[in-house]
């Protein structure tokens, strides 16, 4: 696979939660470390996306948003 995203990372489908249009994917791409994504229910569903199958998070923002407490 070859993507122009900076921040690619791999890891394994946790939780799928499904809604008429879209849908909530949780990644663990490390211990303790899970990247949530928002995707159109069409896509999850064409995608194939399940608990425990492999996926790759591809991030590509043109800003990033930094705040302390």
Excluded: Y
Aim: glycine share 8%; aromatic share 2%; charged share 15%.
């Amino acid at each position: 696979m070859k993507t122009s995203a900076r921040n690619h990372f791999a890891g394994t489908v946790k939780a799928v939660a499904k809604g008429p249009v879209s849908t909530e994917v949780t990644i663990e791409v490390a211990p303790g470390v899970d990247v949530v994504a928002v995707i159109s229910t069409v896509s999850a569903e064409t995608l194939g996306l399940a608990i425990g199958k492999h996926a790759h998070a591809l991030i590509k923002a043109s800003s990033v948003v930094v705040a302390i407490d």
